[in-house]
């Protein structure tokens, strides 16, 4: 990973002051959930093939891009060994009628990395503040497995991720290889 190295110290003063505010929002948001029946986090399991796959390959083609099942999305296979083995973890979001409306998972790299993937939110639930939460999930949960930097990949028409990523402190980075369908990397450190 170049240049990851010079960008962690402002990537890692930015987490600082931002961390407290981040988990307060998403504790808060988890309490609020706890109260509210719907949209509800679950861990995923291998019996949500169809219903992930629906979720990422419709908001991939929404933004005119091309799912690729053999190997950029051959993980949505099989999260159990792509993720729960590996020490990572995916989480989808349910709304009242259990339909997945949004997922994430924390693929684990080394040198206690992780990758941000598959984060995507139905349209029809977008707006909402359910894309921040998310992303406080994956941050907290990254935390919590032990991961001090969390990177992703990402596409230019996702404007509106971009804009998240960076908002929460991501700095973009030249990686060695990129996904066929992403033109931008990030990093985040969290410690």
């Not at 019996?47 to 999305?73: C, F, I, Q, S, W």
């Not at 989480?91 to 598959?118: H, M, W």
């Not at 359910?130 to 935390?143: I, N, P, Q, R, Y």
Request: hydrophobic share 35%.
């Amino acid at each position: 990973m170049r240049r990851l190295e010079g960008q962690a110290i402002i990537s890692c003063v930015w987490t600082w002051l931002c961390r407290e505010t981040q988990q307060g929002a998403f504790i808060r948001k988890t309490r609020f959930m706890a109260n509210d029946p719907t949209p509800r986090l679950r861990r995923v399991s291998n019996k949500d093939l169809e219903a992930r796959t629906r979720l990422v390959y419709g908001v991939l083609k929404e933004y005119k891009l091309e799912p690729d099942p053999g190997a950029t999305d051959a993980d949505l296979k099989d999260i159990e060994r792509s993720y729960f083995a590996r020490g990572g973890t995916f989480f989808v979001l349910t709304d009242q009628d259990g339909s997945i409306v949004g997922a994430y998972g924390l693929y684990p790299l080394e040198n206690q990395t992780c990758e941000l993937r598959k984060m995507y939110l139905h349209k029809s639930h977008r707006g909402k503040g359910l894309g921040k939460f998310l992303l406080d999930s994956a941050l907290v949960e990254a935390s919590r497995l032990g991961f001090g930097t969390v990177t992703l990949e990402t596409a230019s028409v996702l404007k509106e991720a971009i804009a998240l990523y960076e908002r929460y402190g991501f700095v973009e980075y030249e990686p060695d290889h990129l996904s066929i369908r992403c033109d931008h990397a990030y990093f985040l450190q969290l410690r």
